[in-house]
């Protein structure tokens, strides 16, 4: 997926997840503007929708490569995904429920935390998998 450049900073290093993680924040800038547009409710949903089928093929890529390399933290590096995937659940949720436009500070919440992961946990991951 193309269209948003990665910055340095969150570049890891490993060519399959640094595309995974622009193609995140390209699908995120998509959701922003439908959310910022006067599209109904339903429309803002399916750009969520996308992402959250997105963020699922990511994770089965890590997952994938930490059973495939032993890798030691795997269980709360999982944890984590699934604490992701629940909360962006959640507000997918909020917006088949009518609860629109999107609440303030969920764009913000699928940036930052994003970008945690992959500066601290995903990192790690990174050094193990290069280490090998
Ligand atoms: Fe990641
Ligand atoms: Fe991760």
Same mark, same amino acid.
């Given at each position: 997926m193309t269209g948003t450049a990665l910055p340095t900073d969150l570049t890891l290093g490993i060519d399959k997840l640094d595309e995974q993680h622009a193609g995140y924040f390209h699908l995120v800038e998509k959701v922003e503007a439908a959310a910022m547009s006067?599209? !109904? /409710?339903h429309v803002v949903q399916e750009t969520l929708d996308v992402l959250i089928d997105y963020i699922d093929e990511h994770f089965s890529t890590e997952k994938a490569m930490m059973v495939e390399t032993d890798y030691p933290e795997l269980k709360p590096h999982q944890q984590e995904h699934v604490y992701f995937v629940r909360r962006i659940m959640d507000i997918s949720e909020d917006l088949r429920d009518g609860? /629109? !436009?999107?609440?303030?500070?969920m764009l913000e919440f699928m940036k930052d935390w994003f970008t945690n992961h992959i500066l601290t946990t995903d990192t790690r991951l990174v050094a193990y998998l290069k280490s090998r």
């Open positions: 006067q599209e !109904p /409710c609860d /629109c !436009p999107v609440k303030n500070g």
